[in-house]
C-alpha cells in the first residue's frame, strides 16, 4: 500500500487552545511573561525549541529544555483533553485507510500525540505509525519524520500532507509530493511560496485527487 504522511495539529484536530495554555503555564513557571493567544499560535508549525526560543528570546539552552519540558508535562496532564477533531477528517480518514497506510509526522511528543488523538476522539486505528519530534534528530521543516515512517513501513511516501508551509518543506525536502489544507494559521499565498503541489480548502477535498 502507498504511505500517506499526515501533521496533527490544524491538519487532523485543533489543540491550540491546548498548546498556548502549556506554552504559557511552562513561560509562567521559568518566570516568563505570557503571550496572547493571538501571537503565540502564529508561531505554532515551527520546531518546539524555535517557538520557546522566540517566546524567551533566550539561547539558553538549557531555559529552553526546561520549558520545552514543562510545557510537554502540563500538556499531558492536563491541557491535552482541549483538542477537537478538525471537520471533515474522521470520515476521510476512514475511506482513505483502507487504500492506503497512513503515519502521523508530528513535531509533538509521541505521548501528546496519542493523548491528543485520544481527547479529540480520532482512533489510532487509522494510523500504521507515529513519528514525534522525540523520535528523530529534527523535527519539520526537516524531512527526518517523513523518512523515519517511510523506513517503518519499507516504501515511499506518496503525499505529505499538512497546513504550515513547514510540513511542505518538510515534504520537498523528502521528495514527496505535498498538499497543504487551509486550515491552519498560513494563507494560500505563504503556501504557494514554498511551492505545495496542490492547496486544498478543505480537509475531505483530498478524496478528489487521492
Not at 496572547?36 to 524555535?50: I, R, Y
Not at 539558553?60 to 520549558?67: A, F, K, L, R
Amino acid at each position: 500500500m502507498n504511505l500517506i504522511c499526515f501533521d496533527l495539529d490544524n491538519t487532523l484536530i485543533n489543540s491550540e487552545r491546548a498548546n498556548v495554555y502549556s506554552y504559557n503555564y511552562a513561560l509562567r513557571k521559568n518566570g516568563y511573561s505570557e503571550w496572547k493567544f493571538k501571537d503565540l499560535v502564529v508561531l505554532f508549525g515551527k520546531p518546539h525549541e524555535d517557538i520557546v526560543r522566540i517566546l524567551t528570546k533566550s539561547k539558553d539552552t538549557n531555559v529552553i529544555e526546561m520549558i520545552k519540558k514543562d510545557h510537554d508535562i502540563i500538556l499531558s496532564k492536563k491541557f491535552y483533553k482541549l483538542a477537537k477533531v478538525k471537520k471533515g477528517v474522521r470520515n476521510t480518514l476512514e475511506i482513505l485507510s483502507k487504500k492506503y497506510s497512513l503515519a502521523i509526522v508530528s513535531n509533538a511528543a509521541s505521548r501528546n500525540i496519542l493523548l491528543l488523538l485520544k481527547a479529540a476522539g480520532l482512533d489510532r486505528k487509522y494510523f500504521s505509525t507515529v513519528i514525534g519530534n522525540d523520535g528523530v534528530s529534527h523535527s519539520k521543516p526537516w524531512p527526518d519524520e517523513i523518512m523515519k515512517a517511510e523506513k517503518l513501513m519499507r516504501h515511499k511516501a506518496r503525499f505529505m500532507v499538512g497546513d504550515s508551509i513547514y510540513d511542505v518543506m518538510a515534504g520537498k525536502k523528502a521528495g514527496v509530493k505535498t498538499i497543504a489544507i487551509l486550515s491552519g494559521r498560513y494563507s494560500r499565498k505563504q503556501l504557494e511560496m514554498v511551492n505545495a503541489d496542490y492547496i486544498l480548502e478543505r480537509f475531505n477535498d483530498l478524496l478528489k485527487i487521492l
